[in-house]
Structure formats: C-alpha cells, structure tokens
C-alpha cells in the first residue's frame, strides 16, 4: 500500500524503456538476499544496467548492501563502481573479493578508473592501481596529477587521431586494423600537425559517407574547439551545451592532443554542477539521499548555526523596541509579515540572478539593467502589497496609524530586497564565493534586519 | 570600471576556447550600430557563434535589437533564432525581412524548426512553414501533432536505418551514396525488420573500424533502448544521463522507427528542467534576465501572494496570544527565532526531497527509511539548538522559564520541519503536482504556524 502510494507510474516507466527500481522490485531483491537465494538473486540482478545496479545499493540499508554483495559481489559488473555514489564506494570496495574488484576494474575506461580511485586513500587505491596493466596505470597516475575538478580528470585519454594530410581510405584502414586500440565510442577522428597539434576534427559520419580519396582536411567541422587540460569541468561542460559539442580535444599548453573529452561526460558534470547549486541555494551541504542520519545532521549542522546568528541579529533589533511592542501589541502580531514578504522577493532576485550567473546571462553587458530592474519590480511589487496590507492593517485593527506604518515598512523593504537579491550574488561572484552557496543567508538577513528595523522603528516615531 | 568587477575572468574564458560576452564586446557592437557603421558591425559580429549572438540579442534593450537588427537582419545566420529564448523570437522574426526569415528557416534541421514554430501564432507561423519545401513543411506539420514537451518534439525525423541482415561494406556503400539525405550529425545506424520496426543500433565508430564483410548484426550494442513518441521529454533526458545514451530510436505504437534523438538536445532539455526546479523552488515563475520590469513584476506577484496569506496565517496564530506577549514582551524578541530555525531546517529537507524525486532517488524502496531519517535529524538538530537557545535565553533574559521555553518549540519545530520537509513533497509529487512548484510554502506555512503556537502556547502555559 505504501508502495502503492509512493510509486506512482513506475509501471508506465519501465514500459517507457527504461526501468525504475520499485518497491516491490527492491523487495524481491531483499527476500532473496535473506533466503541467502544467489540464483534468485542473480536472475533478478544481472537485466539490471550497472546504473540501476548502482541506485538499488544506493537504496538500501548498509547491512542488507553487505549481505547481498555476500551473495552478488563475484558477479558484479566494474561499471557499478563508478555508477556508485561516492560515498558509497569505499564501503562497497571494501565488500568485494580483491579478486573481483581487479577483474572489474580492468573492464572500465581510463576515465571512469580516475574516477573511481580520485576518492580513495592508502591500500585501496593501491590495490585498485595494482590491478591494472602497466599501461593504464601509468595513464590513470599521469591523469591524478591534474588538478581535481579539471577537464584533465574528465577526459579519456584514448585518443582518435589521424595526421592532417590523410585521406579517407587511410583512415578507415588505419581504423580496421587497429580495432582493439579504439574507445569504446568514439565521433571525431582529430587532425593533428607533425608535432601532435590539433588542427581540426572530421566527424565520424562525415567519413563514412564521403569517397575513399575525400581529403580528411575538406570534410572538418566548420567549429572547431579545443579544451585545455586545466579548464574547470563545470566551464567544459557549459561550452558542450552552449555550442552543442558532442567531443572535443584537450590539450596541453602546446597544444598538442592528451584526450578527448565526450558529451556523455559533460552531461554528468552539467548534472552534478546543478545539484550543487540546488542544495546550496537551499543551505544544504553535498548531501546523499543515502547518508545516514549521523552524516545528514552534520552536514546540514553548519548553515542551521549561520541561521541562528542571522536570527538573533534580527532579534537584537526587534529588543531595541521593547517599548515600542509593549504600548502597541499588535506590532507583534504584524512584524513578522514585512520580514517574510522581503525574504520572499529577495529569494526570488537572488534565485534568479544566481541561475544567470551560472548560465553567463549575467554579464558586463546587462549587469545595469538587470539592477535597474530589481529596483523597479521591488519598488512596484512593495507598494502593491503596501496598499493591501494597509486595507488589511485598517480592518484588523481599525488603526489608519499601523496601517501607514506597515505600508511604508513594506515599500522599503520589498525595494532592499530586490537590491539585495541581485547585488549580493554580483559582490560574492566577483569575490570569487559561489553565490549559490552564501547569497541566500546574506539576503534574508539583509531582508529581515530592515524589515524589523523599518517597520518598529516607524512605528516609534510615527505611533508613540 | 563596473564592467572590470561584473565580468570577472572575460579574458580568460576567451582564452580557454569559448567565447564569453563581456562589456567592452558589447560595448563596441553598440556604438557600431550608433555610428551606423554595417561593416565594423559585420566584423564583430561574423566570428560568433549562434549561441553567443543570439545571448548578444538577449543582453540588449529592445530598441538596441531593432538598430542592430536593421543593419546586420540581412546576414543572421538561421541557426540564432533557434538558440534564441522564447520570449524574444516573436519580437526578433518580426524584425527580420521576409526574405531573410526564409532563407535562415531553410537552413534549419526539423527538430530546431519545429522548436522554433511551436511558440509562434498566425501570420509568423505561416510565413515560416511556407518558406519549407513541401516535404519539410510535411514533416514540421507532423511533428506538430505530437503533444508538447513529448519525445516526438524531440526527435529529428532524419533517420539513418539499415536492414538487419546487411554488411559493413554494404551499409557504408549506401551511405556514400546518399550522402545528402544524412542528418548533419548522426552516431548510430538503427537496424530495422522488413517491418521497419527497430531491432538494434551499430555506432557508426563499429562500422568504421570493422572489415566491409562483418554482419551490422554482430556490430549492435548490447544495451538497446528506444523511446516511445509520446514520452515526455524529461523522462527521455533522465535516460540519456542515466544510461549515458547518445542517440535513440523514437518509435510508434507499432515499434516502428519515426525519428532518433540525440543527447545535444536530450541535455538541453536537462538544463531547461534544472531551471525550472531551482526557479520554481524559489517561487519564480518562467522567467529570463531578459524580462522587461513589467513581466519579471507580473511572474513574481502570485507568489508574493499566496505568501502574503500564509504571513498572515501565521500572524492570526501569533494575534491569539496578544495578552502574553503584552506580559512578556521578550518573546515578541524571541519568536521569529523559532520560525525561521523552522523554515531553514524545512527548506533544506525539502530540497533534499525535490531532489532526489527528480533523479529517481527516492522511491517506494527507501521511502520510510527516508522519513524516519529525516525525523531524526530534525530531532537531533533541534536538541542541539534547543540547547544552545535556552543557554541564550538565560544569558540575554536571565529567565530560566523563557529558556524552557524556547528549547521546548525549538525541539518541536525542528521534528515538524524535517517532517513536513519530506511528506509535503511526497504528496504533492503522489498528486500529480510537481513538488518544486508548491513544497516551499506548504513548508514554511507549516513551520511558521507551528513554530509561533509551540512557543507563545507553551508561554502562556508555563509563564503566566
């Protein structure tokens, strides 16, 4: 029933080609694991794709993850590993034969092993290292000494490339008797100069329908864009999207080729770097779905004590008018009103400015107008809800004083909300501090200080 | 000097490969279309990508468009009014001569005309489908017919099939025989039964690296997938990023292959939704940098609203404790310390939740789980806080009573706040409403209510 419930569709979805774990599928899964049924289990487990694979371990509990692995973990698929949450691989390393965990390391590309050891320290990723031919080793320790996070990490150093002044029919011979040295997937052969330069790419279907004595150099694409092997990824991954790039080479500071770097990759970057700004926007730190309790109370611990300062400051200002709440009550009831409709319209100038940020759509060009503009809906927006609030303010408390009080506190904060929620992101980007991360603190502190401050301090002088 | 602090690092992201929009750009293309000047404008604007002019386009004030789109209309490559955001192609295919509008149209795959006619009414419309050739035209007007954000929206209808019982040698001879009837870019060739129902796809890297006799059959890749015409477009991303897919067959009822779609388009819709939850999670409509005042106020104001009332529902709940504020006037000081730990806390949870709805991470397999850790750590973090908060209340009130108080809501709180922080979106996301639309203010309604009756009840029970 419950399942019922919280799975909703998941019998269209696996119509719809692709298969969602489900209750009832993780719980035939589970029964077999206690039935200790490894041919159940295995029946169940091997139509899985290793990113399935991955999800299921991610969902269930740490004792029944040890358990099935007991049973599962000599026939699990190297992929799994780096489908794996990385808080989760570690502990599933642990759990594996040193035997299988070297069988499925070898099956997995060079970037998926960097992937996969970046994370790991001492014996596990010596073990990892080991397991590999010499070859790769050398290719996946060349690749740990670019930085974290950089298209040097990302890329596969597999590369396809052919020399400038070839022919199609070279290269398709050169192709079919070199299969094994090839990329699992592969859309550009990459021209290269005598000193391994990039000069070009032809895309793969352009080679396959052009005649054996096409010249390579006259069938490369128009837009041709190298990557050089200390970008930030996130940088990487907004040029794929930006200009719809499918591969493309990196190389090194002589601009001679070290990889290609694939969409698919760039897409899982694209998707990570957007998870972060959602959790950051939100205060939450890297959070797992699968994080135990102990891990998630830490990790949200932080922003919850940031929380608590900003709302004490609010509070120091609200103390200065004791007096004032004293003599009029009903300034109590209505304060929190003004601190929350600015925090609302700061969240929304500073979602939207952090989001243009992120997307380049905030730049030197529009940066102005944009400003301008936040001014112009704050100011607008605030003496909208200043003429409601005031009829409000007039019928609850018949008081025409409040309602003034509460119409100007209103206007004035609704405007520094606007002006917060897009200057605040400007200063922290330019300060080098995503804005994803600190922007919304700063807003509703900002918002709440002078929603309390306008507010009781016009009341003070306006109303005693 | 203001463009040297907003656009950080411009010099640098030119260097690395993609070309950035900053201001002294901009400024230059501005004053060109002051000065009238179409060839210095041509000069600069010749070298950008699609992408790039049609941000130019979107960074500009309207009147600066229409200047700049009168001298250079003539030479704007086809391929910008695709890139170009939706609310700015109305205005700019109004702007451009008829000529130049077919011509650009002309150049277009079907999938970017069909995106580019979806949003357009009437006369637009017309002059676009028109300006196709009649086999084009036909297949837009098909495209049409399937429901919006829909995999057959989606996909180009340019299809590279083959029989299943074909060779290598066979298939790339076709293909150089007919090397205008490809697509620009194509990755896979789909193997097809008599009844031109799809039974496998080869990389066309495969069929390159292999001998002209090897069967296309022996070449397929192990995990084949297709996607049904009629699936939404989000679950088609999800796809993509999930099982690293680079190009599908989009079939019909009867399996039959109608289209493909590749992962370009399949992570620009990733983007769109990511963009739609972070706006949407802030309580943002729809909206763009390049909104005029009176639109961003017009798709912010509901929200503002909907929270305007929810304020006000909580200031009815603080409205029936007026008597014991009028006695303790220190909690006046205090209570919005309560409600926003509570709508920090929610927040976080919450987005947690949006989150991993959105991946398909959390599911009828861990869902109780989550709820009970999400309990937890509500509890946890709320006794951490409660006791930091009765130690602030002793030092700042030096009442032992206030600071039982305190503690006591904060303890209940923080509980309802992880609570509701996860069943809220659960339930909505059970009815069919998309969690990230409406849980923010569901929760926070929730934790202000609750927060301000658990203190100011408790007060009045314990302190008067």
Redesign the interface.
């Known amino acids: 029933m ?2 019922d ?4 569709e ?1 019998s269209d ?1 696996r ?4 298969y ?8 035939s899964v589970l029964e077999a694991v206690e039935a200790e049924d490894a041919e159940r289990l295995a029946e169940l487990l091997e139509p899985l ?1 290793p ?2 694979m991955a ?2 371990l ?4 740490g004792w029944q993850r040890a358990a099935l692995l007991h049973l599962y973990g000599g026939r699990l698929d190297g992929a799994v590993l780096s489908e794996l949450d990385e808080s989760l691989r570690e502990e599933v390393i642990h759990l594996l034969p040193p035997d299988v965990l070297s069988e499925a390391v070898r099956e997995l590309d060079s970037d998926d092993v960097v992937d996969l050891v970046e994370d790991l320290e001492g014996e596990q990723k010596t073990m990892i290292l080991e397991a590999l031919s010499a070859s790769s080793r050398a290719a996946v320790e060349q690749a740990l000494t670019y930085p974290e996070f950089s298209a040097g990490r990302l890329m596969q150093r597999e590369i396809v490339r052919a020399p400038e002044h070839w022919r199609v029919g070279e290269a ?1 011979d050169f ?2 008797t ?2 094994d040295s ?1 990329p699992d ?3 550009h052969v990459i021209l290269v100069d005598p000193r391994m330069r990039a000069v070009g790419q032809v ?3 352009k ?5 054996r004595g096409a010249l390579l150099r006259d069938l490369t694409e128009e ?1 041709f ?4 092997v200390d ?1 930030d990824e996130g ?1 990487v991954a ?9 591969s493309v080479p990196v190389v090194d500071e002589e601009k001679r080729v070290v990889g290609v770097i694939t ?2 990759d ?3 970057v ?2 990570e770097e ?2 972060e ?3 950051r ?4 730190g890297e ?4 994080d ?2 102990v891990d ?2 830490r990790r ?2 932080p ?2 004590a940031v ?2 300062a ?3 400051l ?2 120091l200002v ?2 200065q008018f ?1 007096e004032v ?2 003599q009029v ?2 300034l ?6 003004v ?3 600015g925090g ?2 700061g ?2 100038a ?3 400015a952090v ?2 940020l992120a ?12 400003v301008r ?1 936040e001014a ?2 704050g100011l ?2 605030g003496v ?2 200043a003429v ?2 005031g009829a ?1 303010g007039i019928l609850w408390f018949g008081d025409i004083g409040i309602a003034y009080v509460i119409s100007a506190a209103m206007v004035i904060n609704m405007l520094m909300a606007g002006l917060a929620g897009i200057l605040i992101p ?1 200063l922290l ?2 300060a ?1 501090v995503d804005p994803a991360l600190a922007s919304g603190t700063f807003v509703t502190t900002v918002t ?1 200080v002078v929603g ?1 401050f306008a507010f009781l301090g016009l009341a003070a002088l306006w109303l005693l």
Chains 1, 2 share one sequence.
């Open positions: 419950a399942d419930i919280l799975t909703p998941a979805e119509e719809a080609g692709h969602t774990l489900d209750g009832p599928f993780t719980r794709h990113a399935d999800d299921l991610e969902q269930i509990e398709i192709l079919r070199n299969p090839l997937q592969f859309y895309a793969i279907g080679i396959l329908s052009s005649r837009d864009r190298t990557v050089p970008q940088e907004y040029a794929f999207n930006q200009y719809h790039l499918i969409i698919d760039a897409m899982v694209m998707d957007h998870e700004d959602i959790l926007l939100a205060g939450v959070t797992r779905i699968s135990r309790v998630t109370t949200r611990l922003w919850l929380n608590l900003t709302a004490i609010a509070s609200i103390a004791e709440i004293a009550v009903a109590a009831v209505l304060m929190p009103i601190a929350s409709m609302n319209a969240t929304q500073l979602t939207v989001r243009a997307t380049k759509d905030l730049t030197g060009s529009n940066v102005l107008r944009i503009r112009a809906v607008i927006n909208i809800f409601l609030m409000v400007l980007d330019k080098g709440d309390f």
